[in-house]
């Protein structure tokens, strides 16, 4: 059974750093075709990708904020970290750790709950 | 295109067919077979019901269906059920620089 949780701070100050942490189960980053990604939802906006990790180390950003992302995989402890630089309040939104693999084509079968992170002063 | 176009809320009686549409562009949804949809019971961890415009995952309700006509897919639910009550999202492929481009989303409610 495939199972994945976000974690790390439910606020965070304008221009700090926002690290997030994915642990999951079921699965091996380090089996081929494997990747796990972020997704976000600000308040009564629609789901925007951010990131991807593949098995191979590969990474893959959303072009608008590749700038600030940075994404990284432990395979020993079954998890990764997603860092976002210079938060910002319209970044608030709940963000999803997601599983996928390349012979899924484009979409994402397993989700975590979600962490909501609020940017505020 | 930021995100695909779906009607904010739907609504059916148990039992009812209701249909969510998902429209893109000839950029998306009109160029790939690659649309998939999620449900999201609030709270809960989203989930796939349909991949690849018309396939459902293991154990995924055959209630569930989808379609794709030019640049709009859809999500049928036949014989509404109580528990269809979330919310649902639609996603594409696209060719421009973001390869995933997902909906507005769409909260259906059983009367």
């Known amino acids: 059974q495939i199972t994945l949780k976000e974690s790390g701070p439910t606020l965070v100050k304008p221009t700090q750093t926002l690290t997030l942490t994915c642990t999951f189960s079921?699965?091996?980053?380090?089996?081929?075709?494997?990747?796990v990604g972020w997704i976000r939802q600000p308040p009564g906006k629609a789901l925007e990708w951010l990131a991807l990790?593949?098995?191979?180390?590969?990474?893959r950003y959303s072009p608008s904020l590749k700038s600030r992302l940075t994404i990284t995989k432990d395979t020993s402890k079954n998890q990764v970290v997603l860092t976002m630089t210079n938060m910002d309040p319209v970044d608030t939104a709940r963000y999803y750790c997601?599983?996928?693999?390349?012979?899924?084509?484009?979409?994402?079968?397993?989700w975590g709950q979600g962490t909501l992170v609020t940017v505020s002063s | 295109q930021s995100a695909l176009t779906q009607p904010a809320s739907v609504s059916g009686s148990p039992g009812q067919s209701i249909t969510i549409s998902c429209t893109g562009t000839?950029?998306?949804?009109?160029?790939?077979?690659?649309v998939s949809w999620y449900q999201h019971h609030p709270g809960k961890a989203p989930k796939l019901i349909i991949y690849?415009?018309?396939n459902r995952p293991s154990g995924v309700s055959n209630r569930f269906s989808g379609s794709k006509s030019g640049n709009t897919a859809s999500l049928t639910i036949s014989g509404l059920q109580a528990e269809d009550e979330a919310d649902y999202y639609c996603?594409?492929?696209?060719?421009?620089?973001?390869?995933?481009?997902f909906g507005t989303g769409t909260e259906v409610t059983v009367l």
């Open positions: 000839s950029g998306d949804v009109g160029a790939y077979t690659y």
């Open positions: 996603s594409s492929y696209t060719s421009s620089s973001t390869p995933y481009l």
């Open positions: 997601v599983h996928t693999t390349t012979a899924q084509r484009y979409n994402f079968d397993y």
């Open positions: 079921g699965f091996s980053l380090s089996t081929s075709g494997v990747a």
């Open positions: 990790i593949y098995w191979d180390d590969d990474k």
């Open positions: 690849e415009v018309n």
